[in-house]
């Protein structure tokens, strides 16, 4: 299917060359809207072309509060890193699928395809896997680690903070996080939305992930702890990272300030 980019500039909308945070909205096909989203750039400049970052954030949250509250030093470590980021929205609860009951839902799709094809035509971006990469926190990690397996061709570096990456272990959060909403009931729940049937997926992808869990966070920290050992044991290239902290914004402004000081030394040395 051919990709059609059209997009909506803000009134205050000022050039790339001359505004480090552009407020954007990005036409999707597949789903008829425009999509919000914040583009977080570096100076740029004549001839150089920059590593993308694409970051997804949590259940409820959006982009202005991404780069308000949950990693508010965004545009210093574009600065520093020289590298573009790129946080759409995800409509409140999309959990960043293509979902199967809802056709105005379909955030695998826009996010891999239609929003990475139109960051690289109107940026000047290193339009290839190996400087591209996918974080996201809580549903977003849950959004990174999915999108990321089902697109190993687009994405080579792979982080999830706290995600929310077991749909078995949700219990009564199934429903209490509106997953039943774009994916249905658990009990139909196809393989391709449960991580831990992609894994084998994983082996020759050719791409290095990141997970990180807080120590107190009770819903998520053991089902972080399978995914790292389900990892381990099919001797897949990871990172597995355990610090203090629960689910809540001062937990994940930390880890996903670390996270992206990773991914430069992923980008910069290919291993980390």
Request: net charge negative.
């Amino acid at each position: 299917m051919k990709i059609v980019f059209t997009f909506l500039f803000l009134a205050l909308f000022l050039s790339v060359d001359a505004q480090h945070i552009v407020h954007q909205q990005v036409y999707s096909t597949k789903m008829h809207k425009n999509i919000d989203a914040i583009i977080v750039t570096p100076e740029i400049q004549e001839g150089v072309r920059y590593r993308t970052v694409y970051i997804l954030h949590g259940y409820s949250g959006n982009p202005t509060r991404t780069i308000e509250q949950d990693i508010p030093a965004l545009s210093q470590k574009a600065a520093a890193f020289q590298t573009i980021y790129v946080i759409p929205d995800g409509n409140y609860n999309s959990w960043y699928v293509d979902s199967p009951v809802d056709t105005q839902l379909q955030y695998t799709t826009f996010i891999a395809e239609e929003l990475v094809g139109y960051i690289d035509h109107n940026y000047p971006t290193q339009a290839n896997k190996t400087s591209r990469g996918l974080l996201g926190w809580s549903m977003g990690g849950y959004g990174a680690l999915h999108i990321g397996v089902a697109y190993p061709q687009v994405f080579s570096i792979v982080g999830s903070s706290c995600g929310a990456i077991d749909f078995n272990r949700f219990g009564k959060g199934y429903q209490g996080y509106q997953v039943n909403r774009v994916l249905g009931e658990l009990k139909d729940l196809p393989p391709s939305f449960r991580i831990y049937n992609n894994v084998d997926k994983m082996v020759h992808s050719g791409q290095h992930y990141i997970l990180d869990c807080g120590t107190e966070d009770v819903q998520m920290l053991e089902m972080n702890r399978s995914l790292h050992q389900q990892l381990t044991a099919q001797n897949i290239d990871h990172l597995y990272i355990e610090s203090p902290g629960g689910h809540d914004t001062a937990y994940w402004s930390k880890s996903l300030a670390n996270q992206l000081v990773l991914f430069h030394q992923y980008f910069g040395y290919e291993r980390l």
